[in-house]
């Protein structure tokens, strides 16, 4: 019946410790960045520009107001480096921690799962669990890094260092799919290299798809009527959302002689791919966004909104949450009394729970869309898309970022939090109030966001 | 047990009567329309803007994409008034039926909620009830059609005749918020007349508030404590929507000096209220929309998405679909188990309808946005406009209507029927198959969309 862990138990609520962590975090990367050994001119950035910078870092945005490379020096880059790391590793544990305390159902390990039945968690629990991602996020990361690495070396005669730098870093930000990247144009001139886009792309979607999903894949990719529905949900959205997206951006973009159009045909369905990976919420571009038509900026807006899969290094809504909102429409429009998902009931409180974050994300989006029209000369094409990539944590822009001045950058700034941390703790305390109140219902429990 | 009446029982479902009768009715439109004598020139206006025109007026929306004074004969106007209150009534007529089924409680007659008890609606009940929509529809219109005949007549000095005609035209136009005006620019030349601008306001308000509510006011509108859940929510939403609505407009616009800005303090007052009226649903503007900046084209989007009242003339997916939304998220943002409006308790099904709905009509908006996107030059400012005004049949444009193209104008055509019947028999078809299945649940069922 005591839903909280014993070591979660000494704040309010579990929400204070995730908002908590974040400032916190970007607190001292605001520091960091402000110094003036961070910019490779030597002299401050400013405390608008640092704090944007790091908020984008920790929580792995990738947005950012002054080209990374020419304008931070090395040690602001590794400081940027570090902050989407601790960032994208916070996220994963806390989400994961949080799905733990909800579901109790996802058998990381016998001790685990045996709490989980008198639904505590031990501080021991946690420091295993979060070793345990530390571990699978550095080998997914070192694995990344070395393919970007060898290519940087053989195929665009960088240095061994060189290489080992641009490796690291964008490995580091793919898989925590922060997006920076230390080239003015992120990775356009590697358009029609599979080597550099697959591996971050695959990078991107394990970091994306979380930490249980991952786990439970790996034991049980050989036997899908055992995955739980969490991970059932996040494949089945995952991939009817590659497959639709990288669909629609080829057909939309297909005769555009600034994106697709000056590419051979395979280059074409490599960049489509691409494309379709990275609102889900990596934030790389190949193709010169700013260049793409209004409609496939529309397109990237929706994948940006949903994200990526829980409990991982993605943003937005989640696909989850997404995913269930297609069943529960499904359901209605069928006639059906409840909701079933692979022969579970979804329960009432879950169905809610999807609504609330879906439209409170729409409204957040939609009040921050309107104030940053009525203060920019920009329209809402542009300004949508940056508003949904603030959201989703995403970090594709159509390139006014910049132009959007302090005031702007403040409130990007905000959207990037609350989008960071909003439908992560707002599931989670909702899913963690409800629990408290109906410890009753047998149901599998999905948290979602 | 049986939830279906009688006369409705020999169609497969409800929902099949409304399409056909909105399909009839457009069709027969499209034919007056397309005859040589309904065009000033006396030439045929072609099959596209015949249709695009008929099918405006049956869905009470008001896009137009030929201008109505100057394009069309006397003739062709009166049928365009014809259509629209035929289209006004049926809505009407259809969606209090529905209601009545569902529901049963909203005590029109003794002898209606006697049949609803036993969930049956007889042809005789169902003809009295057409009656009294008819007698309600003439009177609100005859009065609103003499308070505009007599400014125009002594205001404007109009002949006696035209006086008439202008007023009667409008009144219909206003009071079924199909948004036709017999003047190019809309009612822009009011913009600081308020017996003309409260007039239509009102005359829009009230057929927009839906039947059953207005009936319930005019009986107990000392005893807000008797009101049912639909008119609490209805009354509620809407006072909010449009006084938040008046204040954001005056906000956003005041310093615009191609709308607000020229005019009084007090205009400003009244232009603003006017301009957050009708987007739910009438569709007039005493404003130049296309000089309007983008932020209010977004806040204009969001007020023509939600739309009116249920079972009236105006379209979206309802301020109760709306409201509901508002309290479901409410209650799990404070944890409750249970959804409350005013001692009711909302049922799971009514939950999920509210969601299908509303979700359905963002994906159709999104939808039909990135094709008209990927169709025309036009950005997303405008076109997410014109698509939402299309989908909620309010009929507002920034203008670019007659630019679409024939493919775009067909596009428009569906989403103006879809929108229109949409919610209504979505709505209705889910709320009848759930009861079908649930007669044993005790709540009080709210109709959405
Ligand atoms: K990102
Ligand atoms: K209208």
Chains 1, 2 share one sequence.
């Not at 579970?344 to 409180?349: G, I, Q, V």
């Not at 309107?370 to 000369?377: D, F, I, R, S």
């Not at 700034?413 to 009753?440: C, D, Q």
């Amino acid at each position: 019946m005591v839903a909280t862990a014993p070591f979660l138990a000494r704040f309010r609520h579990p929400a204070q410790v995730v908002a908590a962590g974040f400032s916190f975090a970007i607190g001292i990367g605001t520091a960091l960045l402000s110094l003036p050994i961070a910019t490779a001119g030597g002299e401050s950035a400013g405390w608008v520009t640092a704090l944007f910078t790091a908020a984008s870092a920790v929580c792995v945005t990738g947005l950012v107001v002054v080209d990374t490379d020419t304008h931070w020096s090395v040690f602001g880059e590794v400081v940027i480096a570090g902050l989407a790391q601790v960032g994208g590793l916070g996220i994963m544990t806390m989400a994961t921690v949080f799905m733990l305390l909800v579901s109790g159902r996802l058998g990381l390990r016998a001790r685990i799962a045996t709490q989980a039945e008198t639904k505590t968690l031990s501080m021991g629990d946690v420091r295993r669990l979060v070793l345990k991602l530390v571990v699978f996020s550095l080998v997914c990361e070192v694995i990344t890094a070395a393919v970007l690495a060898g290519r940087f070396l053989i195929g665009y005669g960088e240095s061994f260092g060189r290489a080992l730098y641009l490796g690291g870093f964008h490995a580091v930000m793919a898989f925590n799919s922060a997006g920076f990247t230390l080239w003015p144009d992120s990775l356009i001139r590697f358009v029609a290299d599979p080597w550099i886009c697959l591996t971050i792309a695959t990078a991107a979607i394990v970091g994306g798809l979380g930490f249980p999903v991952v786990f439970e894949l790996a034991r049980h990719w050989r036997h899908p009527r055992k995955w739980s529905v969490l991970t059932r949900v996040t494949v089945m959205v995952t991939v009817i959302l590659l497959v639709v997206g990288t669909l629609v951006f080829l057909v939309t973009e297909w005769q555009n002689p600034k994106t697709l159009g000056a590419l051979d045909d395979s280059d074409k369905l490599l960049a489509a791919f691409f494309t379709a990976v990275m609102p889900r919420s990596a934030g790389f571009n190949t193709l010169d966004i700013s260049q793409m038509y209004p409609s496939s900026w529309l397109v990237t807006d929706l994948l940006m909104f949903i994200g990526g899969g829980s409990a991982g290094t993605a943003g937005g809504i989640k696909v989850t949450t997404f995913g269930m909102l297609a069943f529960i429409i499904w359901a209605e429009l069928r006639g059906e009394s409840r909701v079933n998902i692979g022969h579970r009931r979804l329960p009432e409180a879950t169905q809610r729970q999807v609504i609330t974050i879906t439209v409170m994300g729409l409204m957040l989006v939609a009040f921050s869309t309107y104030v940053l029209l009525a203060m920019t000369p920009h329209g809402l094409d542009q300004v949508l898309f940056e508003v949904v990539s603030a959201f989703g944590t995403a970090g594709l822009s159509t390139g006014i970022t910049a132009s959007l001045g302090p005031a702007g950058h403040v409130l990007l700034t905000v959207l990037m939090f609350i989008g960071r941390i909003g439908p992560l703790t707002l599931g989670s305390a909702l899913a963690l109030n409800r629990r408290a109140r109906h410890y009753e219902l047998p149901e599998e429990r999905v948290i979602v966001g």
